[in-house]
């Protein structure tokens, strides 16, 4: 059974940083491309961030282009995302996937990701 658990959303002041973690099991971690998407209030999910399966190339939606930076590390299937200059509009409950999309540009269709968690809860207070 795939399990995906997100962690490190918060409240933040606008500026602020945030640190999201999210460890899978269940699956090989290194064989699927892994994302990780927001959904404010009344609005769609949209993708953040994408990497690629192995590590291979990331790609960012252009609102988060130099300030939020994705990661993994293999050895404890757990992927990051680096939050910087936090803005208002950055809030959101932030989602972590896997699945066999192959990440190029700045769109990432949550269609294209198979499992997901059950999100942590990022404010960011002006």
């Known amino acids: 059974q795939v399990q995906v658990v997100e962690s490190g959303g918060g409240l933040v002041q606008a500026g602020g940083s945030l640190r999201l973690s999210c460890t899978v099991s269940?699956?090989?971690?290194?064989?699927?491309?892994m994302g990780w998407f927001r959904q404010a209030p009344g609005k769609e999910r949209e993708g953040v961030s994408c990497i690629n399966r192995n590590g291979g190339s990331t790609t960012y939606t252009d609102s988060v282009k130099g300030r939020f930076t994705i990661s993994h590390d293999n050895a404890k299937n757990t992927l990051y995302l680096q939050m910087n200059s936090l803005k208002p509009d950055d809030t959101g409950m932030y989602y972590c996937a896997a699945g066999t999309w192959i990440c190029r540009g700045a769109t990432i269709p949550p269609a294209g990701f198979t499992f997901w968690g059950q999100g942590t809860q990022v404010t960011v207070s002006s």
């Open positions: 269940g699956l090989t971690f290194s064989d699927h491309a």
